[in-house]
């Protein structure tokens, strides 16, 4: 019912910035809950960001990210972006954006009903 596209991943020299956006089709996008998730390589898919404006309680980060990522919702263009700054080599993964409707958590894979299929960022040294 809901498709997820990622976009914006690529290589970026450590303290270097970018901007990931997650284009969604469906009805009702306002209405979802989004998340971004991220697999470095060799390990599991972990919890990085996630948007709750719906729900009214606001944006959450993981300890790793925050005060250098930046999650948005774009509700007129359909669009979920995570803006990543400052960004080092431990930042280096496979980068998924996530939505959910009417769930009860957010930071566990579990949580969500649709994902996109990734964009590969790499930040060299």
């Known amino acids: 019912q809901v498709r997820l596209v990622e976009s914006g991943g690529g290589l970026v020299q450590a303290g270097g910035s970018l901007r990931l956006s997650c284009a969604a089709s469906?009805?009702?996008?306002?209405?979802?809950?989004m998340g971004w998730f991220r697999r470095p390589p060799g390990k599991e898919r972990e919890f990085v960001a996630a948007?709750?404006?719906?729900?009214?309680?606001?944006?959450f980060y993981a300890d790793s990210v925050k005060g250098r990522f930046t999650i948005s919702k774009d509700n007129a263009k359909n669009t979920v972006y995570l803006q990543m700054n400052s960004l080092k080599p431990e930042d280096t993964a496979v980068y998924y954006c996530?939505?959910?409707?009417?769930?009860?958590?957010?930071?566990?894979?579990?949580?969500?009903?649709?994902w996109g299929q990734g964009t590969q960022v790499t930040v060299s040294s």
């Open positions: 469906g009805r009702q996008f306002s209405s979802y809950a």
């Open positions: 996530a939505a959910e409707l009417g769930g009860l958590g957010f930071r566990s894979v579990g949580d969500y009903n649709y």
């Open positions: 948007a709750i404006d719906w729900s009214g309680r606001g944006m």
